[in-house]
């Protein structure tokens, strides 16, 4: 494993003690656990540190088709919200509990404008003004509204996903433009992936591209397609607000580079899951998917996200009712319990560690990198803001559309050497710069630099 930017072994640790003490067998008795939870990272309800950090991005929150004319009740980094759209269509998320006498809005009446409580009728605007306290005189209304909010947050609808941003209003970034968002071709089908356990342990693992050879190949059944059974050469590049795991595997005469990637606090997006084998020749597929990974609270989460169909991600094939499970984890999400254990897929990997996974009692090896990186990645990020320094935005670092890394490319390069994981670790790195080069360009001249450049790298190769 290489990165451009990692420190040695930081963040990574072998215990020597529990080495020792499997040695002896039967340790049972002996092996204590740690209990202590890593609250810094772990942790986004309102006023902790994780949780600040997170209220400085705008986060998908539900999927449009899913909300009628009913408000909804919904949590969100902790916090108990309602989602609602009044008759003129505009939506609105407020806090769930009415500021009068603390009413849920869930059982709240959709207006014309905004939202009236039922108990008392108290009628609210999306943003949380109040525009009526009925059957009080003029006087007190006129105080009520001058002295009372019901707390709100922006939102933002886009692609059949309905996103919010719950910072400080001051602090409030554009609405990001990953080029991702308007691909040529490509369909975007809404889906979301609920998982019951914090949300670290479910971003972890797409810094993680080696569980997809184990989890999803070779143990219990070939879950993707059948190349991702070899393991590959892995290397991790940081750039930015930006981690990339790059897996780099050989299938017959064919070099097949797939990245994985985050943008932090939780953007993530990966490789083909189907329509990448290795076995024919892709020249920059995109991500299948295009998703972030939302803390519900400290023990819940939901990704939020797009199924990508079309030529540069997963085939129309796929876009069944199931298809975005199977893209998200290889297996439907909701199945017996026999089944998930005779075919277990992420939500059992990232659910079985427990609600919040406790660091210290893991054993971190070198495939682990990723995971340390992003890891010591968010914690900077989180202290430097509880530092009074605002953490890094994707909309200040370039001009739109911002661009984003994930996805597959395969090339013919046949085999010359025994060990090739050096050699794979050279190309991952020469395929990353190409693509970092072309940064700020229109999406058709990135497509074309990209392209040409893999041709030449295969024709270097083909001597
Ligand atoms: S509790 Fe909502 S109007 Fe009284
Ligand atoms: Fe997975």
Same mark, same amino acid.
């Given at each position: 494993?290489?990165?451009?930017?990692?420190?040695?072994?930081?963040?990574?640790?072998?215990?020597?003690?529990?080495?020792?003490?499997?040695?002896?067998?039967?340790?049972?008795?002996?092996?204590?656990?740690?209990?202590?939870?890593?609250?810094?990272?772990?942790?986004?309800?309102?006023?902790?540190?994780?949780?600040?950090?997170?209220?400085?991005?705008?986060?998908?929150?539900?999927?449009?088709?899913?909300?009628?004319?009913?408000?909804?009740?919904?949590?969100?980094?902790? @916090?108990?919200?309602?989602? /609602?759209?009044? =008759?003129?269509?505009? +939506? %609105?998320?407020?806090?769930? &509990?009415?500021?009068?006498?603390?009413?849920?809005?869930?059982?709240?009446?959709?207006?014309?404008?905004?939202?009236?409580?039922?108990?008392?009728?108290?009628?609210?605007?999306?943003?949380?003004?109040?525009?009526?306290?009925?059957?009080?005189? @003029?006087?007190?209304?006129? /105080?009520?509204? =001058?002295?009372?909010? +019901? %707390?709100?947050?922006?939102? &933002?609808?886009?692609?059949?996903?309905?996103?919010?941003?719950?910072?400080?209003?001051?602090?409030?970034?554009?609405?990001?433009?990953?080029?991702?968002?308007?691909?040529?071709?490509?369909?975007?089908?809404?889906?979301?992936?609920?998982?019951?356990?914090?949300?670290?342990?479910?971003?972890?693992?797409?810094?993680?591209?080696?569980?997809?050879?184990?989890?999803?190949?070779?143990?219990?059944?070939?879950?993707?397609?059948?190349?991702?059974?070899?393991?590959?050469?892995?290397?991790?590049?940081?750039?930015?607000?930006?981690?990339?795991?790059?897996?780099?595997?050989?299938?017959?005469?064919?070099?097949?580079?797939?990245?994985?990637?985050?943008?932090?606090?939780?953007?993530?997006?990966?490789?083909?899951?189907?329509?990448?084998?290795?076995?024919?020749?892709?020249?920059?597929?995109?991500?299948?998917?295009?998703?972030?990974?939302?803390?519900?609270?400290?023990?819940?989460?939901?990704?939020?996200?797009?199924?990508?169909?079309?030529?540069?991600?997963?085939?129309?094939?796929?876009?069944?009712?199931?298809?975005?499970?199977?893209?998200?984890?290889?297996?439907?999400?909701?199945?017996?319990?026999?089944?998930?254990?005779?075919?277990?897929?992420?939500?059992?990997?990232?659910?079985?560690?427990?609600?919040?996974?406790?660091?210290?009692?893991?054993?971190?090896?070198?495939?682990?990198?990723?995971?340390?990186?992003?890891?010591?990645?968010?914690?900077?990020?989180?202290?430097?803001?509880?530092?009074?320094?605002?953490?890094?935005?994707?909309?200040?670092?370039?001009?739109?559309?911002?661009?984003?890394?994930?996805?597959?490319?395969?090339?013919?390069?046949?085999?010359?050497?025994?060990?090739?994981?050096?050699?794979?670790?050279?190309?991952?790195?020469?395929?990353?710069?190409?693509?970092?080069?072309?940064?700020?360009?229109?999406?058709?001249?990135?497509?074309?630099?990209?392209?040409?450049?893999?041709?030449?790298?295969?024709?270097?190769?083909?001597?």
């Amino acid at each position: 494993m290489k990165s451009d930017k990692l420190l040695g072994n930081r963040g990574l640790s072998i215990k020597k003690n529990s080495t020792d003490i499997n040695l002896k067998g039967f340790s049972g008795y002996e092996l204590k656990h740690s209990k202590e939870i890593d609250d810094e990272i772990a942790r986004i309800g309102p006023g902790t540190k994780a949780g600040e950090y997170f209220r400085r991005y705008w986060h998908p929150i539900f999927i449009s088709s899913e909300l009628g004319d009913l408000p909804v009740a919904i949590k969100i980094l902790g @916090e108990e919200l309602v989602l /609602f759209r009044d =008759q003129s269509l505009q +939506l %609105g998320l407020v806090h769930k &509990h009415c500021p009068h006498r603390q009413a849920s809005l869930e059982f709240g009446i959709c207006q014309k404008t905004g939202i009236s409580c039922c108990y008392h009728g108290w009628h609210f605007d999306v943003d949380g003004s109040i525009l009526e306290v009925p059957g009080q005189p @003029e006087h007190t209304q006129d /105080f009520i509204k =001058q002295k009372v909010r +019901l %707390g709100a947050y922006p939102t &933002h609808e886009f692609k059949g996903l309905i996103f919010a941003y719950l910072g400080p209003i001051e602090k409030k970034p554009e609405f990001p433009n990953y080029d991702s968002l308007d691909f040529d071709g490509m369909e975007m089908v809404p889906y979301k992936a609920p998982f019951d356990c914090n949300w670290l342990q479910v971003l972890d693992a797409i810094v993680d591209p080696i569980h997809t050879s184990f989890l999803h190949s070779n143990m219990s059944r070939q879950q993707f397609s059948e190349g991702f059974g070899e393991v590959g050469q892995i290397d991790f590049f940081e750039r930015d607000n930006w981690i990339l795991g790059c897996n780099t595997r050989r299938v017959g005469d064919n070099v097949w580079f797939r990245v994985n990637e985050v943008v932090l606090p939780n953007f993530t997006q990966a490789g083909a899951a189907f329509a990448a084998d290795g076995t024919r020749q892709i020249l920059y597929g995109r991500s299948s998917f295009t998703r972030w990974v939302v803390p519900v609270d400290d023990e819940t989460t939901i990704c939020y996200a797009w199924a990508n169909f079309g030529e540069r991600g997963d085939p129309q094939e796929y876009n069944t009712p199931e298809g975005p499970e199977l893209i998200e984890q290889g297996e439907i999400f909701d199945r017996p319990y026999e089944q998930r254990q005779r075919f277990p897929a992420d939500r059992e990997a990232c659910e079985g560690m427990g609600p919040i996974n406790i660091h210290k009692n893991e054993n971190l090896l070198a495939s682990d990198q990723g995971v340390a990186m992003m890891r010591q990645k968010i914690r900077e990020q989180i202290r430097s803001l509880d530092a009074g320094k605002e953490p890094l935005k994707v909309t200040e670092l370039k001009d739109s559309p911002i661009p984003t890394y994930g996805g597959d490319s395969v090339i013919n390069i046949p085999s010359s050497v025994q060990d090739e994981n050096d050699f794979f670790s050279k190309l991952a790195h020469e395929f990353i710069k190409i693509q970092f080069e072309v940064d700020g360009k229109s999406e058709k001249e990135r497509v074309e630099i990209v392209t040409n450049k893999l041709k030449e790298i295969q024709s270097r190769e083909n001597p």
